[in-house]
């Protein structure tokens, strides 16, 4: 489905990152994965390397726009274009607000929005160079439904939204589509701290029976960086068995 384009994952190199890299990869694309450190990015490459999947890796400061812009132009040069960006990288909080430091706050804010901006500004321009391109975000159902703590996190992801939304209005006329994929409760590093008593009750919650696997949140990336998506921009499509509009 994706191939002979070029495609960068952020927060590619485990849980649901590393699952769209893996099947993006499959279906052809050239997958270039960030992560945060040479030892974690070195850790997936190598484990898709056993699977027989070939890509390549690098670790901007995320944050950083001179650092962003290097990577983006070295992959650019490498490849001659850029046709997927993945902005997935993201961290989550679960404090009260009053054991949330005005840096915890920042932190979230900085990785799961600032660094969306960032990333995505540093490829909008080769994109626009090509006439076409896909943005994707990860969002989250807590976007919609807040959450009881943790107040940075559905912040960042409501963020998202609103920076999906209005930049698929923005890019459109470049034929740039620019959509975010919302996921509930997935089975990842990020929910494997949780304990039992708090996850089945979650799960009686949710209609179809089951948190979601990685797999079923990289499916839809997979079909959003698709031309089969080819008409749908500045969507946030809920992936989370919740059955609700
Ligand atoms: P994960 O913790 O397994 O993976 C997070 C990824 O983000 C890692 O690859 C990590 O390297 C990267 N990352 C974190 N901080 C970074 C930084 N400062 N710089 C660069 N990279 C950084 O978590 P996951 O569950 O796979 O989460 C992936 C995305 O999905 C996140 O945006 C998360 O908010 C979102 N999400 C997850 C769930 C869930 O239940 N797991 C639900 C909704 C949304």
């Not at 009260?96 to 840096?103: A, G, H, L, N």
Request: charged share 20%.
């Amino acid at each position: 489905m994706l191939e002979g384009k070029v495609a960068i994952v952020t927060g590619g190199t485990k849980g649901i990152g590393l699952e769209i890299v893996r099947l993006f990869k499959k279906n052809k694309a050239e997958v270039i994965l960030f992560g945060s450190k040479k030892e974690t990015v070195d850790k997936a490459i190598n484990e898709l390397k056993e699977e027989g999947l070939n890509v390549i890796g690098y670790y901007p400061n995320l944050n950083n726009p001179s650092d962003v812009n290097k990577v983006i132009k070295e992959i650019n040069d490498k490849y001659g274009h850029i046709d997927i960006l993945v902005n997935n990288a993201g961290i989550s909080s679960n404090t009260s607000i009053e054991d949330t430091t005005y840096e915890d706050f920042t932190k979230i804010i900085d990785i799961n929005i600032n660094a969306i901006f960032n990333v995505s500004k540093e490829v909008i321009p080769y994109m626009k160079e090509n006439n076409k391109g896909v943005i994707l975000n990860t969002s989250s159902m807590v976007s919609i439904t807040g959450q009881p703590k943790g107040i940075g996190y559905p912040t960042s992801k409501t963020a998202v939204n609103g920076f999906t939304l209005s930049l698929a209005r923005e890019l459109a006329p470049f034929k740039i589509r620019v959509n975010a994929v919302a996921p509930g409760i997935t089975n990842t590093d990020m929910v494997a701290n949780l304990p039992k008593e708090v996850i089945e009750p979650l799960i009686k919650t949710i209609p179809l029976g089951r948190i979601g696997e990685p797999i079923d949140i990289a499916n839809a990336f997979l079909f959003l960086a698709s031309d089969m998506a080819s008409y749908i921009t500045g969507v946030v499509l809920s992936v989370d068995g919740l059955a609700r509009n």
